[in-house]
């Protein structure tokens, strides 16, 4: 009888030792950063900020040919000759009834528009965001021409209404935009809710909705209202009257061919740079938010 000579099983392959696992590479937190390569840079760079400022009050504040440094003594001869002589005051009252005029026109008008882009579906909603993304680059000053033929044709040159119209239509694509990325953050539910207790369209909206847009309303109000205070080529080109032309013409009139005035220039740029801070000194928190909210598509 013939028997199979047994095969010879096959040596185990031998076993590899696994690697050791690589140690995770540590992100140090805030807390562990050195204060110093914090406070440095930003130290760096508030030093390159405030220099032009202080080189602004340096000669609004220093006495007509000092060359000092510092503004010692210190005299207000330059904002007494740039608001009586120069007549800083009506230049100040215009710049303020415009700027308020197109941030209530822009809120209220974006407001409207931003709402049906929001809440409602149309066969050419695609197309109108289109065009209202495109028409943020074309400049301002291509819109001189077109606007002042049609401001003389309806006899609005030399009127604080032609401005306030230019800067409203100006700032509307933006802050319509804006603004119904708000209302799409804001849940539709709440709406159908307040529809259910009795409530009608308008009402739910100025109820509900309206209530939660404060931080974007806001926003889109100060940007509107900043815009059309530091604005200068249509207050220059629809505004021919020394009594109706706002602050940025106003300083460009302390400028000549001959001569520059420095104080009272520097004066007039600290007039017209105060509502600014001022503004914005106390709506930062909501202008923040407001930009953050609108930022992000619902």
């Known amino acids: 009888m013939i028997t199979k000579e047994a095969t010879p099983a096959a040596p185990a392959p031998a076993r590899v ?32 900020t405030l220099i032009p400022f202080y080189w602004i009050l340096l000669f609004a504040l220093r006495p007509a040919g000092s060359t000092s440094l510092v503004p010692w003594p210190v005299t207000f001869d330059h904002f ?111 709406e159908e809710a307040a529809w259910v207790d009795g409530c009608n369209r308008m009402r739910a909206f100025r109820v509900v909705v309206l209530p939660l847009l404060r931080p974007g309303l806001i926003a889109v109000g100060s940007f509107a209202f900043v815009h059309s205070w530091n604005h200068f080529l249509f207050a220059l080109m629809f505004l021919n009257n020394p009594d109706k032309q706002t602050i940025p013409v106003g300083l460009n009139t302390l400028m000549s061919a001959d001569s520059v005035d420095l104080g009272a220039l520097a004066a007039g740029g600290i007039i017209a740079a105060v509502p600014v801070v001022i503004v914005f000194a106390f709506i930062q928190k909501w202008l923040i938010t407001g930009f953050s909210a609108g930022a992000v598509k619902g």
């Open 80 to 190: 007494e000759k740039v608001w009586t002589e120069r007549d800083f005051g009506t230049y100040f009252g215009n710049s303020v009834l415009v700027g308020v005029a197109t941030l209530v026109m822009t809120t209220v008008v974006a407001l409207a528009g931003g709402y049906a882009l929001a809440r409602f579906d149309f066969k050419i909603k695609r197309g109108f965001m289109l065009a209202l993304l495109c028409s943020q680059f074309v400049p301002g000053a291509l819109l001189l021409v077109p606007l002042f033929e049609i401001f003389a044709n309806i006899q609005m040159i030399n009127s604080l209404g032609s401005v306030i119209i230019a800067e409203t239509v100006f700032q509307l694509p933006l802050s319509m935009i804006l603004i119904s990325n708000f209302i799409k953050n804001v849940p539709y539910s709440l």
């Open 17 to 48: 030792a696994p690697e050791p696992p690589r140690p995770a590479k540590h992100r140090r937190s805030w807390d562990e950063v050195p204060r110093w390569q914090i406070y440095l840079p930003l130290s760096v760079y508030l030093l390159f």
